[in-house]
């Protein structure tokens, strides 16, 4: 199944992407958000890193999740550092 | 009862007119934020603000009904900037509208707290050794602990 995926600030920066498709081959139907980071993490030593850093933040499809959210294909996952606006 | 993302500038004047209207509820409370000169560590010359628009749009309304929901607002109204900021430019502006003044003034708070922990936008100061992202403040975090603590209840 394919999703997207958005990276904003620190984390857009380090891994040099913004947004992009991603194809989970290993699994059909539904992943976690977990499952997505480990899947991420293979692509090199600075994505692991920078996806298994304490304080990052999932957002899927605009709501602030934890690592066992269910995704399933279509779906917009985002990663980021805490918030800092106002 | 409305939100703007906005580059440009805030016109703290115009929306304040705008939010009380010519019939004023009781009370209004409004806070405006600004670009600082200096942060804890260093000083600071430009602020530069990114955001994930869908979801900031998103968590700004549910914000804004959620104040409006607890304290009775009658109006209210939520304006965060995004985009390259100078010192002593808008960054943010809030105002409710309310029947009593601890309604209007709880309600601004609320919607300060909580959007600086949960709107997704991101804070990246021009200093003397260049660009320097800001890290999330324990202080933020305990203020909007205390609403969170409410939420409960």
Same mark, same amino acid.
Do not use: C
């Given at each position: 199944?394919?999703?997207?995926?958005?990276?904003?600030?620190?984390?857009?920066?380090?891994? &040099?992407?913004?947004?992009?498709? =991603?194809?989970?081959?290993?699994?059909?139907?539904? !992943?976690?958000? !977990? !499952?997505?980071?480990?899947?991420?993490?293979?692509?090199?030593?600075?994505?692991?890193?920078?996806?298994?850093?304490?304080?990052?933040?999932?957002?899927?499809?605009?709501?602030?999740?934890?690592?066992? !959210?269910?995704?399933?294909? &279509?779906?917009?996952?985002?990663? =980021? #550092? #805490?918030?800092? &606006?106002? | 009862?409305?939100?703007? *993302? /906005?580059?440009?500038? *805030?016109?703290?004047?115009?929306?304040?007119? /705008?939010?009380?209207?010519?019939?004023?509820?009781?009370?209004?409370?409004?806070?405006?934020?600004?670009?600082?000169? @200096?942060?804890?560590?260093?000083?600071?010359? /430009?602020?530069?603000?990114?955001?994930?628009?869908?979801?900031?749009?998103?968590?700004?309304?549910?914000?804004?009904?959620?104040?409006?929901?607890?304290?009775?607002?009658?109006? +209210?109204? *939520?304006? @965060?900037?995004?985009?390259?900021?100078? $010192?002593?430019?808008?960054?943010? +502006? $809030?105002?409710?509208?309310?029947? @009593?003044?601890?309604?209007?003034?709880?309600?601004?708070?609320?919607?300060?707290?909580?959007?600086?922990?949960?709107?997704?936008? +991101?804070?990246?100061?021009?200093?003397?050794?260049? /660009?320097? +992202?800001?890290?999330?403040?324990?202080?933020?975090?305990?203020?909007?602990?205390?609403?969170?603590?409410?939420?409960?209840?």
């Amino acid at each position: 199944m394919s999703i997207t995926i958005k990276l904003f600030s620190s984390l857009r920066e380090v891994l &040099g992407e913004s947004e992009f498709e =991603f194809v989970l081959t290993e699994l059909d139907g539904t !992943a976690t958000v !977990a !499952a997505v980071k480990s899947a991420l993490s293979q692509r090199g030593a600075t994505w692991q890193e920078a996806l298994n850093q304490s304080n990052l933040v999932h957002a899927l499809n605009h709501k602030v999740v934890w690592t066992d !959210a269910v995704v399933t294909a &279509g779906d917009e996952l985002a990663f =980021f #550092p #805490p918030m800092t &606006g106002g | 009862m409305t939100v703007s *993302i /906005q580059r440009e500038p *805030i016109d703290v004047a115009r929306e304040y007119a /705008q939010l009380v209207g010519p019939r004023p509820g009781a009370a209004v409370a409004t806070f405006t934020g600004y670009v600082r000169d @200096h942060s804890d560590a260093h000083a600071v010359s /430009q602020l530069e603000l990114e955001h994930y628009p869908e979801m900031a749009q998103k968590v700004l309304m549910a914000l804004g009904e959620r104040a409006a929901d607890q304290f009775g607002l009658s109006r +209210w109204r *939520i304006v @965060h900037r995004y985009g390259l900021l100078d $010192v002593a430019e808008t960054i943010v +502006w $809030v105002g409710a509208v309310a029947e @009593h003044r601890g309604e209007a003034i709880s309600a601004s708070e609320l919607m300060m707290d909580t959007l600086k922990t949960d709107a997704p936008f +991101w804070k990246r100061e021009q200093g003397p050794d260049g /660009q320097v +992202w800001v890290a999330s403040k324990a202080v933020d975090q305990h203020r909007r602990a205390r609403w969170r603590s409410e939420e409960k209840a």
